[in-house]
């Protein structure tokens, strides 16, 4: 059953060697996350899975790599036990690089694995393999990667969209109150339009933490780059 969930974002950013000179800039935000990810930890799963956007639907084996080469750096990342050379041939999506460095970072210990869930998911789809993951194991931790729009701001990746900033609104208040069903109530296409990545992830914990009374709280809520980034925890009441 699931015991415990993470929110967090997924830019490469969150690696200061990544930020470089940005590095100090980003330092609030690295913070909630590692404090996202430690609160995982302490709550003592059996399992703890990584869920965030990928180009396919599915789990990643334990040990699979990636790296941040393709920024500049050549520092690698795994997911559960393996070697961590930054010279690997890059396997895993952007979303689990990230989440598996933040579990490096944050010197997590435990059985880890990785789900890619693809933007072409649907919410019950998603909602579905939620339900599964939170099956397969006395304790499962999630630790959810998903970003919000990249449309906030002029300067944004995908320039102003007028309803970016309700959009991301809807989602925290969501994540803060642990309301599985507006979770489930995003629309698809929507959350393509404005190049919010993080929508199907969200959908998995919504599917894995259905009927459950949560303890959440919201740590992080702001789009300093024009993208939404939102740090949330969950733990059972």
Do not use: N
Request: charged share 20%.
């Amino acid at each position: 059953m699931l015991v415990a969930a993470a929110v967090c974002p997924h830019p490469p950013i969150l690696v200061p060697e990544v930020a470089a000179g940005a590095a100090s800039e980003t330092a609030t935000l690295r913070a909630a996350c590692l404090d996202a990810v430690r609160r995982l930890q302490a709550c003592r799963p059996d399992l703890l899975v990584v869920v965030g956007d990928a180009d396919r639907t599915g789990p990643r084996a334990g040990g699979e790599g990636g790296s941040f080469a393709g920024f500049g750096v050549p520092v690698g990342v795994t997911l559960g036990d393996g070697p961590t050379e930054g010279d690997r041939t890059a396997q895993l999506p952007l979303s689990l690089c990230v989440g598996a460095w933040l579990l490096r970072a944050a010197e997590t210990a435990g059985v880890h694995r990785g789900y890619g869930i693809a933007s072409s998911t649907t919410s019950t789809e998603a909602a579905a393999v939620g339900v599964s993951l939170a099956r397969q194991a006395d304790r499962v931790a999630l630790l959810v990667m998903g970003d919000g729009s990249a449309r906030r701001t002029d300067k944004a990746p995908g320039a102003l969209h007028p309803r970016a900033a309700d959009f991301d609104g809807a989602v925290a208040e969501a994540l803060a109150t642990a309301d599985c069903e507006r979770l489930l109530d995003l629309d698809p296409g929507y959350a393509v339009e404005l190049l919010a990545a993080g929508r199907a992830a969200w959908q998995v914990l919504a599917g894995a933490g259905w009927g459950v009374l949560w303890q959440a709280e919201l740590t992080f809520d702001a789009a300093p780059y024009g993208v939404g980034y939102f740090v949330a925890t969950w733990q059972r009441g």
